[in-house]
């Protein structure tokens, strides 16, 4: 069965430094992979995903992630944070039914 | 990409009642499933609601807590029978649309059920 690992429960950055959350997965195939994001109070909203080709993947609010299948990893960066980038980040992996398994999830404080 | 509404957005009851929670899309779906985010938690997928016959649970989850409907393509309802506080989480509906060639899933706003 697929399941998803993001390691790191707490990450705290400043504003305007840069962010990487790590996502590792376990899957027999070819993966298709999400990151998405939750604000306080709201639902999820989709950053980005992986089907195929291109590794490096570019999402919304400038966030981009890449695929490394040697490592089973596909991590979320963004090259400078804004305060607006609180929030809590989850990481998924889609079965062959559809089914989404998520990561325990990041939750990220940008400090001033 | 589809537009889901939930309803009711948040919700405080009493225990032992049961609460139904709406689903509907903007657009005819393939797929809706509903998903429990207990408090301080990940997502975690509830069943897949199945339009004209019976959802189909995950381990841990069953018919009597919570039944599930599908009457079309576009509207979905589950229900938490005989609350308890350990119930309260927020209860995400998730669609993947007809016809689309990725398996991308769109998620509504959640329900935020606080059992008391």
């Known amino acids: 069965a697929q399941s998803v690992t993001q390691p790191d429960i707490h990450i705290t950055v400043s504003e305007g430094a840069s962010l990487e959350l790590r996502c590792n997965y376990s899957?027999?195939?070819?993966?298709?992979l999400f990151w998405y994001v939750q604000s306080p109070g709201q639902g999820l909203q989709l950053l980005l995903k992986?089907?195929?080709?291109?590794?490096l993947v570019q999402g919304i609010k400038g966030f981009e992630a890449e695929f490394k299948r040697s490592q089973s990893s596909f991590n979320l960066r963004k090259p400078s944070v804004h305060w607006s980038d609180a929030a809590e980040y989850f990481c998924?992996?889609?079965?062959?039914?559809?089914?989404?398994?998520f990561g325990a999830g990041t939750t990220v404080t940008v400090r001033a | 990409s589809a537009v889901i509404s939930q309803k009711p957005s948040r919700d405080i009851c009493q225990r032992g009642t049961s609460l139904t929670i709406q689903c509907q899309v903007d657009?005819?779906?393939?797929?809706m499933f509903w998903y429990r985010q207990q408090p301080g938690q990940s997502l975690t997928l509830i069943a897949t609601?199945?339009?004209?016959?019976?959802?189909?649970?995950e381990s841990g989850f069953v018919i009597d807590k919570f039944p599930i409907s599908r009457p079309n393509l576009t509207f979905s309802t589950l229900t938490v029978s005989n609350m308890s506080p350990e119930d309260s989480s927020i209860y995400l509906c998730?669609?993947?649309?007809?016809?689309?060639?990725?398996?991308?899933?769109?998620f509504g706003q959640g329900t935020r059920l606080t059992v008391v």
């Open positions: 992986y089907f195929s080709g291109d590794t």
């Open positions: 998924a992996v889609v079965s062959n039914d559809y089914k989404l398994s």
């Open positions: 899957y027999g195939a070819t993966p298709y």
């Open positions: 657009s005819q779906v393939t797929m």
């Open positions: 609601a199945n339009q004209g016959s019976e959802a189909t649970y």
């Open positions: 998730s669609v993947k649309e007809t016809n689309k060639q990725n398996t991308e899933a769109f």
